[in-house]
């Protein structure tokens, strides 16, 4: 099972001059796309949770998709304060956390 969490800041968006809707609909849109593949909730404190739906074997490509758009995406870089791709292979609860946005960091 591959899910994603993002955790965007209201604040910054501002600061950058961007509509926080309107970004905030950009990244849902990437995972729109997906027809079906990837169930999207929100969380208590507004964190975006994207997670694979079982009924689709495929649905890993569009995590690869949203991770390149996102990645070279200096907007999202900015404002993001949270940024976790979680990988569970076996669906048996060992899930493997990356912090995309620290491994991105020490990338540079």
Same mark, same amino acid.
């Given at each position: !099972?591959?899910? !994603?969490?993002?955790?965007?800041? #209201?604040?910054?968006? %501002?600061? $950058?001059?961007? +509509? @926080? %809707?309107?970004?905030? $609909?950009? /990244? +849902?849109?990437?995972?729109?796309? &997906? ?8 969380? &208590? +404190? ?7 739906? @079982? ?19 200096? #907007?999202?870089?900015?404002?993001? +304060? ?11 609860? #060992?899930?493997?956390? !990356?912090? /995309?946005?620290?491994? %991105?960091?020490?990338?540079?």
């Amino acid at each position: !099972m591959q899910k !994603m969490l993002i955790k965007l800041n #209201d604040e910054k968006i %501002i600061k $950058a001059g961007l +509509d @926080p %809707i309107g970004f905030k $609909a950009y /990244v +849902d849109g990437v995972f729109e796309k &997906t027809g079906g593949h990837i169930i999207k909730e929100v969380l &208590t +404190d507004g964190s975006l949770y994207f997670v694979g739906n @079982p009924l689709y074997e495929n649905y890993l490509c569009y995590f690869g998709i949203a991770y390149s758009k996102f990645k070279y995406n200096k #907007d999202f870089l900015k404002v993001a +304060d949270k940024w976790l791709w979680i990988s569970d292979e076996n669906n048996n609860g #060992d899930e493997n956390v !990356m912090n /995309v946005l620290e491994r %991105i960091k020490i990338g540079k």
